[in-house]
């Protein structure tokens, strides 16, 4: 087995002492976790606080030390129907989490690489990972440091110091929704299954083509909804980590994930992203619509289930320039910037079998990261250019100077019958210690305008 390998509760391999003599082993020796599991699970849970001290018992079980669960009692008592929840959903859960050993008999999942870049997961299976993340069962991630153990399980959300509250109550919302969808038998089972494609940098084609087509949107505040993730013929840009995965701050990346349970499982197989590699997720269900970001993040509604076979999620991250002093200098132009932003862009947009009809995006690496705005939208919308696909950017404030800027320069670029190439060159000739990259909507239109 590779030390890469991520070694499920149902493994021989995962062993434990039983601390609290659950099993009627009469040894000092660590036995299989699973045994204890089972005893842990068996009779199901009938209520909130013996879920709750399950969970404590995994817990201590398995670290030595229990978790607080404040803010998950509260949401289980306050936010959700407790009564259906034991009676009818969390029966079916845990049934589904005990099906472990049948639903993966090798005991481990692979991660994706290079080498073996595409898994393809059931429903059924996609369901047992985001329940055992739920039950946090599953060890540390094995390219994680010490610092980020728990980072492969949903603990962060139970405790009652949340830096967002109101986000954590919705991605809880979508997990329990989407509980009940699996209990009732909702979700469909089809042969395409829940695919994750780790796909590699291919090589950049040289484009003196004009840019494609570029549609701008304007919206009133951001959101996360059914109209915006380039359902069903597209993709839908996610800006993620290198350390793709969930949170519970509201960024971008963190309300998709939140948003879409079955899309959960991907941190358990995706190693950090490196500079020519993006996460293609195919298949999963949005079940919550989520306005704003931050503490402005709320819930719209639920999503009626459907099909969503065809929806497509590209992790894509984007470097991070926030630790430069931008009154100084323009890090989106230092040496081999552009071309990395460039590749990772392209990479994903050009993974479409077939090709992407559009690709939804906005404003990547541009908030928390410190990217420039314009600088990242002309490279994204040459890499949509050179993958032949319509970029569909979408503006998160209606009335925002860059959408008008952006909307004008991509006219004249469209008028003139700039190229991808020539766009490029402007960029990669720009000076980082120069003001003019601030305004790089101005200054590439003045060198193109100069030069035809």
Not at 115 to 132: D, F, G, K, N
Not at 195 to 222: G, N, Q, V
Not at 256 to 269: D, E, N, Y
Not at 340 to 347: P, Q, V
Request: glycine share 6%; charged share 20%.
């Amino acid at each position: 087995m590779s030390s890469s390998q991520l070694i499920l509760p149902s493994s021989p391999l995962s062993l434990c002492h039983d601390r609290f003599g659950l099993t009627d082993t009469d040894t000092d020796d660590p036995i299989p976790f699973w045994l204890i599991l089972c005893k842990i699970l068996t009779p199901t849970p009938e209520s909130t606080s013996q879920l709750l001290d399950a969970l404590d018992t995994i817990s201590v079980t398995l670290r030595g030390n229990s978790q607080p669960h404040a803010f998950l009692r509260r949401f289980l008592d306050t936010d959700w129907d407790t009564e259906s929840f034991f009676q009818r959903t969390w029966p079916a859960c845990s049934t589904i989490a005990l099906d472990m050993p049948l639903l993966f008999p090798s005991g481990y999942l692979e991660p994706l690489t290079a080498e073996r870049p595409t898994q393809t997961y059931s429903a059924r299976q996609i369901a047992c990972l985001v329940i055992h993340q739920f039950l946090c069962t599953l060890p540390k991630l094995p390219w994680t440091s010490d610092a980020e153990e728990n980072s492969q399980d949903l603990h962060i959300w139970y405790d009652d110091e949340q830096p967002h509250p109101v986000a954590v109550r919705v991605y809880l919302t979508a997990l329990f929704t989407f509980f009940e969808r699996v209990a009732s038998g909702e979700l469909s089972e089809d042969d395409d299954g829940i695919t994750f494609t780790l796909h590699c940098a291919p090589d950049l084609p040289i484009s003196s083509d004009p840019l494609h087509p570029l549609r701008i949107m304007e919206l009133d505040k951001p959101a996360v909804n059914s109209s915006l993730i380039g359902f069903p013929s597209g993709a839908c840009v996610i800006s993620a980590n290198r350390h793709i995965g969930f949170g519970r701050t509201a960024s971008q990346e963190e309300m998709h994930v939140g948003s879409t349970p079955q899309s959960l499982p991907a941190k358990l197989i995706t190693p950090p992203l490196r500079d020519g590699q993006v996460l293609v997720v195919r298949g999963c269900a949005l079940v919550v619509e989520m306005p704003g970001y931050g503490r402005d993040a709320g819930l719209t509604c639920i999503v009626p289930e459907s099909q969503w076979r065809q929806r497509t999620m590209l992790f894509m991250d984007a470097l991070e320039l926030d630790g430069y002093d931008t009154t100084v200098v323009t890090p989106d132009l230092l040496p081999g910037n552009v071309d990395r932003e460039l590749t990772k862009a392209y990479t994903a947009f050009s993974s479409g079998r077939p090709p992407y009809v559009n690709v939804v995006t906005g404003h990547w690496g541009c908030r928390a990261f410190g990217g420039n705005r314009e600088i990242k939208s002309l490279i994204q919308w040459c890499a949509a250019s050179m993958a032949g696909v319509v970029l569909d950017f979408v503006c998160e404030l209606r009335g925002d100077p860059f959408a008008d800027k952006f909307r004008r320069f991509s006219l004249d670029a469209q008028s003139r019958r700039w190229s991808v190439s020539d766009i490029l060159s402007v960029l990669r000739s720009m000076d980082p210690v120069d003001a003019v990259g601030r305004s790089a909507f101005e200054f590439v239109r003045e060198v193109l305008d100069k030069d035809s």
